[in-house]
């Protein structure tokens, strides 16, 4: 798949993604700033940001003239803020492509923040989701990341707390915007059926005056030896105990993440995979069973998620921990291995026709440095053995490298026992 990639005067990267043979473009800006580079004390001012730009800007009064703008196009606008980027992205005809930058354009260069304690609401019944009726965090993933990243932004929740979130000022918002939404540390990519002449011209238009300024630093993530099993345990009233199993991995321009996204698809990437065959089909114990990649610029993790009553707690702990020792301890049949080698291959085959996934990996991946086409992906995919596969295994599912999240009715469970079954490692022929 052919792309170009220009930049600006001002430093600002634009990317072109041309598919002539769809029949909706996808434009969207890219900026390298999320929750790790909220300030002390105003966790969320990342997310909070992004919500305001959608608020009215200098053209556009209001949030309603935003939206309408963009019907206009036959399209419609969204945007994300995570760990460490912000997206704004809207979906358009492609005969719209200018009006479509000219208005994303002013969201992020002449935005009003205006209407701040309208939004600290909205942010606020965004923010309730993740905690319970006493205050306390029941998100399996909020509660994870203090264990993996404790004290810093990294594993704090990207919606930010709620006395943060009340602390939030229209000037910490302005300054934010100034510090962070800078053309260097951004990409405008456009993917679908367009002329990259007509958008390379009509992004110098509309972003050639975004001043350019030098970025501030990011804190660092401190580096940590693993050398014990760690884990946390979060008492909420529910039937089930929700589980997450963590452990640190790679960092997001590391060789070995390839073999990552085929052994998280060996553990949990559908109705084959070995813990869902194990944990529902062999036990009945879950409903389902999911595994997630975390990556950043310096480190990164993959997760394991399920839901169990507390009573089975313990044995669905213990399979999934066989689990784990068996991809350490024996290589993955070649036929397993074939089987998610190729489903792998189809999803990629299948991004193909997508212009959201075609945006986001010619613009993320071009603002984050680790940019793939398909292609690349493929051959990658192609070139991960058992060797690596069981390598790989070893090296994060150590017993020293083990984290441990439990959220729910949790007043019968040992937490030494638990501590004791995240320390061993087990027999495979000899686990009940």
Known sequence: MNHQTFTLPNGLRVVSVPLPHLHSLELAVYLKVGARNDPPQRSGLSHFLEHMLFRGTADYPSSLAIETAFEELGGNVNAATDADSTCFYARIHPDHLEQGLSILASMLLRPA??????????????????????????????????LLWPGHPLGAATVGSLEDIARITAADLLTHLRAWFLPAAAVVVAAGPHDPALLHSAALRQFGAWEPRPLPPSQPVPSRSADAPRLALVQDADSQVTVQLAFPACRRDDPRMVSLKVLR??????????????????????????????????????????????????????????????LA????????????????????????????EMAARYGWGTLMGVLHSIDDDQRLVRGVSSTDLQRL??????????????????????????????????DPEKVP
């Open 113 to 146: 923040l205006e209407g701040v304690e309208l939004e600290r609401r909205i942010i606020g019944e965004e923010a309730l989701e993740d905690i319970n009726e006493e205050g306390v965090v029941t998100s399996p993933d909020l509660v994870m990341g203090q």
């Open 329 to 356: 301890g024996e290589p993955v049949p070649e036929l397993e291995l074939q089987r998610v080698r190729t489903a792998y291959l189809a999803d990629l085959d299948y991004s193909r026709d997508s212009v959201s």
């Open 265 to 326: 698809r060996i553990l949990a990437g559908g109705g084959c995979s070995r813990l869902y065959l194990a944990l529902r089909e062999g036990l009945g114990l879950v409903y389902g069973v999911d595994s997630a990649i975390g990556a950043y610029d310096e480190t990164g993790c993959i997760t394991i998620d399920f839901a169990t009553a507390p009573e089975n707690l313990h044995r669905v702990l213990t399979v999934t921990l066989q689990e784990l020792d068996r």
């Open 393 to 426: 295994a070893r090296q994060l599912f150590g017993a020293q490298n083990r984290f441990l999240a439990l959220i729910g009715p949790l007043q019968g469970v040992d937490r030494q026992r638990l501590a004791r079954l995240l320390a061993a490692s087990y």
